[in-house]
């Protein structure tokens, strides 16, 4: 097909054609706007009233719970619940000195070697279980063989025998202090 239109013309239309376009495009947008907003504004109504009842719902709910009796045991249960929480750090801090002695007898001693007196110390200032042991050797070597046995004890720590019981060869009494380490549970 041939346009025969001068082109001032063609112009013309083709600006015209561009004009209702631009309308048709920009009526569309505004059109989708305003349902747009239609629709946020009824998502708004929705959460809101779901908001409100929820509240009302809440409201009846705290009136109802805050009678006497449930005041008085909620007080009590708060009570025992503090209460709890000292018992529990009073148990968590709590030594068991069934394992300490049971650390203690378990480092090897040499067949001549037996213990007269065991005393066991906490000393809660710095977290540490003191041990003196007393007892009787019949010779400087096992005596010897318990001391590296004591040391070898990864729990024991600071391991002191005075050095006036090496100077006997056989029949000693010795005297030994050392610290355990508390296990933690």
């Known amino acids: 097909m ?17 004009k209702k376009l631009v309308t048709i495009l920009g009526c569309m947008t ?8 239609l629709v946020l504004l009824l998502v708004k109504s929705y959460i809101s009233e ?6 009302s719902i809440l409201d009846a709910t705290e009136k109802k719970y805050q009678t006497s009796d449930f005041l008085f045991y909620d007080n009590l249960v708060k009570k ?32 001549g070697l037996f213990f007269n007196d065991i005393s066991v110390k906490n000393s809660e200032k710095d977290n540490k279980i003191e041990v003196n042991i007393s007892g009787i050797s019949d010779t400087r070597d096992n005596l010897l063989t318990f001391k590296d046995n004591i040391e070898k004890n990864n729990k024991i720590k600071n391991v002191y025998f005075p050095p006036n019981i090496w100077v006997k060869t056989k029949d000693i009494d010795f005297y030994v202090t050392f610290e355990i380490l508390p296990d933690t549970k």
């Open 2 to 18: 041939i346009n025969l239109l001068p082109p001032k013309e063609k112009e013309q239309l083709l600006l015209d054609r561009n």
């Open 50 to 55: 779901k908001v409100d009842s929820g509240k």
């Open 80 to 111: 025992y619940n503090t209460d709890l929480v000292v018992v529990d750090t009073f148990y968590k801090k709590q030594i068991y000195f069934t394992d300490i002695i049971k650390n203690i007898l378990d480092i090897q001693r040499p067949d």
């Open 30 to 37: 505004i059109i989708f706007l305003i349902c747009l907003s």
